[in-house]
């Protein structure tokens, strides 16, 4: 039988080396031995954004790339989305099972009764400027709310971890709708338990003089599907971050501000925000092919096209292209859809894409539906953000309780100046 080892040769000392292969993966401690002398450091690898680097172990979040693949704890994406609600699959990816009907109703119960905020979470907020962006405000708001509950820093009792991971997912919505709020001058909404997860994160955001907010049902199932497909997607650059800060073992309202701030990013969850500004700077059908052409002389991007794991079309992208039908026949039909649509079939036929195999990723459509939902382009990074917080919990947990978690620390090569003498600055040229 096959051994499942590696055999190594150092072609600098003629030594060879055999290193145990397990699920395809080399230790990287195991290059250590690798060495030139007693006193060299020994080999390491270098891989700038972890290209080929596994950090962790995990159970949470499975995608194959290359077919198209998205499961959570083994369960297809698609069939979530068409069957599922965000609470059941925050329980699943928290849990690792899908709750029965007892497990799912306390679930919700007690996400629904956390989602008030501290009165002075709301002053925190007021002294925002008119034009903060939400997405600074939701990240500086939430790393607020580590003041507020000192005890989240027992990260390792079970039960205040489960206390604090409820809090998060109550509290996000309401903190996300506040910063609109602010940024449009409207005074804050607070929430109605009697609405659903996304009913009521409706209710915060668009709640005018009615006694009763009473949510569209498709618009709130549509952002309800739209949340299953941003709950989790692995170790991303934020669940990166998660992990990592985490791994100081810092309370998980620090953690979690961390993972906003990678995910407002453009090149992640800002991504939404930037094909917007995209199509509407492109602005008509028959510009496309001249942002095409620059696209190619790379002097810019195509936002919402490429993925650093799929290297197939993103199976959340294709549900959510579906969905927009759905939400157009409430909404009315999104002008913008048509360029998007005639950049997505040109890039599918263009020898450019096609060999660097990118396609539409989950935030090409997505900001379509969240303009005709009614959501400023701020906003659509904080739309993200809310369903990612369970992936981030859930990737947050699973790192504290494995047993082979470190504090994450890379090394680096360094290739700066060797010891020198501090020069004064009277003989600096
Ligand atoms: N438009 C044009 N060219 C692109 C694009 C794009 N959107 N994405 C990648 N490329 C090119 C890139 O220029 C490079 O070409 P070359 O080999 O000639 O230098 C090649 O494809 C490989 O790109 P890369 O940047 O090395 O790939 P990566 O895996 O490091 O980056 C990515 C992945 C998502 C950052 C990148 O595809 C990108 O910038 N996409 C646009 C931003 C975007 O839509 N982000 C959302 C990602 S999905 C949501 C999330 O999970 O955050």
């Not at 401690?29 to 270098?46: A, C, H, N, P």
């Not at 899908?98 to 002053?123: A, F, R």
């Not at 003498?421 to 040229?429: E, G, Q």
Request: with cysteine; net charge negative; charged share 25%.
């Amino acid at each position: 039988m096959a051994k499942e080892t590696l055999s190594v040769v150092d072609n600098r000392t003629g030594k060879s080396y055999e290193i145990p292969v397990t699920h395809g993966t080399i230790r990287a401690m195991d290059l250590r031995q690798i060495k030139t002398s007693e006193d060299d450091f020994g080999v390491m690898s270098y891989d700038p954004g972890f290209k080929n680097t596994a950090a962790c172990e995990s159970r949470i979040t499975f995608i194959d790339g290359d077919r198209g693949v998205l499961l959570y704890r083994g369960y297809p994406i698609e069939q979530l989305a068409e069957h599922g609600t965000f609470l059941e699959t925050a329980y699943l990816l928290l849990e690792g099972e899908l709750p029965n009907n007892e497990e799912l109703d306390g679930w919700v119960h007690n996400i629904t009764h956390h989602t008030m905020l501290h009165e002075n979470v709301k002053k925190f907020m007021e002294g925002f400027r008119y034009d903060a962006h939400p997405m600074g405000m939701l990240l500086s708001t939430v790393g607020a709310l580590s003041t507020f509950y000192p005890a989240a820093r027992d990260i390792l009792d079970p039960a205040s971890r489960r206390r604090q991971v409820q809090r998060l997912i109550a509290k996000v919505p309401t903190i996300a709708a506040f910063c609109y709020r602010h940024t449009i001058g409207l005074p804050y909404v607070y929430p109605d338990n009697d609405l659903s997860y996304t009913g009521n994160f409706l209710n915060m955001m668009f709640k005018m003089t009615e006694t009763k907010y009473e949510p569209d049902p498709t618009i709130e199932r549509a952002l309800d599907v739209l949340f299953i497909l941003h709950a989790d997607h692995e170790q991303n650059c934020s669940a990166n971050a998660m992990r990592g800060v985490g791994s100081s073992h810092t309370d998980p309202y620090a953690a979690v501000a961390a993972a906003v701030g990678a995910l407002y990013g453009p090149l992640h969850g800002g991504a939404n925000e930037a094909v917007l500004r995209m199509l509407n700077e492109i602005g008509h059908v028959s510009r496309v092919p001249d942002f095409m052409q620059r696209v190619k002389a790379g002097e810019t991007r195509l936002m919402g096209f490429g993925h650093r794991v799929y290297r197939s079309y993103d199976p959340r992208a294709k549900i959510i292209q579906t969905m927009a039908e759905k939400v157009f026949a409430v909404t009315g039909r999104n002008a913008l859809l048509d360029i998007a649509l005639e950049l997505e079939r040109i890039a599918l036929e263009e020898d450019y894409f096609v060999e660097r195999k990118l396609y539409p990723n989950v935030d090409f459509y997505s900001g379509l539906i969240y303009q005709a939902l009614g959501f400023p382009t701020t906003m659509f990074p904080v739309l993200f953000g809310i369903p990612r917080t369970v992936g981030w919990l859930a990737q947050w947990e699973e790192m504290l309780l494995d047993s082979e978690t470190k504090i994450a620390r890379p090394r680096q090569i360094y290739l700066g100046h060797p010891t020198r003498d501090y020069v004064p600055i009277s003989k600096r040229s």
